[in-house]
């Protein structure tokens, strides 16, 4: 069973998550290990959040904010057509939208995510507001009156 790569980083929810980490490719489940360790200091940092939840939603590795339903889910995979790898949130919400206005940069994936090539070591500092806007999306749309 794949493990995290860092000790420190809390240990997969059950062996289906790990097993689903351990059938990407090797070319890409490093980055996709770190952006699940960023997912969970983003979400232990982030006021309101509370602990998440780690699952499996259409295959993918899925985090969300069970306890608070503070935010959306974000979902950690592959891009349906080529390689890569990505972070994906639901895509009837305005998170991608709103980090493409600030980073447009970034490869999309329509409404869905921010993807990324073999070889790509995406900025932990622009995927944490990705990640903590999501992980705060109901807050915030309640906060704004939505």
């Given at each position: 069973?794949?493990?995290?790569?860092?000790?420190?980083?809390?240990?997969?929810?059950?062996?289906?998550?790990?097993?689903?980490?351990?059938?990407?490719?090797?070319?890409?489940?490093?980055?996709?290990?770190?952006?699940?360790?960023?997912?969970?200091?983003?979400?232990?940092?982030?006021?309101?959040?509370?602990?998440?939840?780690?699952?499996?939603?259409?295959?993918?590795?899925?985090?969300?904010?069970?306890?608070?339903?503070?935010?959306?889910?974000?979902?950690?995979?592959?891009?349906?057509?080529?390689?890569?790898?990505?972070?994906?949130?639901?895509?009837?919400?305005?998170?991608?939208?709103?980090?493409?206005a600030l980073y447009p940069d970034f490869?999309?994936?329509?409404?869905?995510?921010?993807?990324?090539?073999?070889?790509?070591?995406?900025?932990?500092?622009?995927?944490?507001?990705?990640?903590?806007?999501?992980?705060?999306?109901?807050?915030?749309?309640?906060?704004?009156?939505?």
């Amino acid at each position: 069973m794949e493990q995290p790569l860092n000790p420190s980083d809390p240990p997969f929810a059950s062996p289906e998550v790990a097993d689903a980490f351990a059938e990407f490719p090797e070319a890409v489940r490093g980055p996709l290990l770190r952006l699940r360790a960023l997912i969970f200091e983003v979400a232990e940092a982030t006021p309101g959040v509370g602990a998440l939840e780690e699952g499996l939603k259409w295959g993918q590795p899925s985090y969300a904010t069970a306890e608070t339903g503070a935010g959306s889910p974000v979902r950690l995979g592959c891009p349906k057509s080529g390689g890569g790898f990505g972070i994906y949130v639901h895509c009837a919400t305005r998170i991608i939208p709103d980090f493409e206005a600030l980073y447009p940069d970034f490869r999309f994936d329509g409404t869905r995510g921010v993807v990324f090539e073999e070889g790509d070591e995406p900025s932990p500092d622009a995927l944490g507001m990705l990640i903590a806007s999501a992980l705060t999306y109901h807050l915030r749309k309640k906060h704004n009156g939505g």
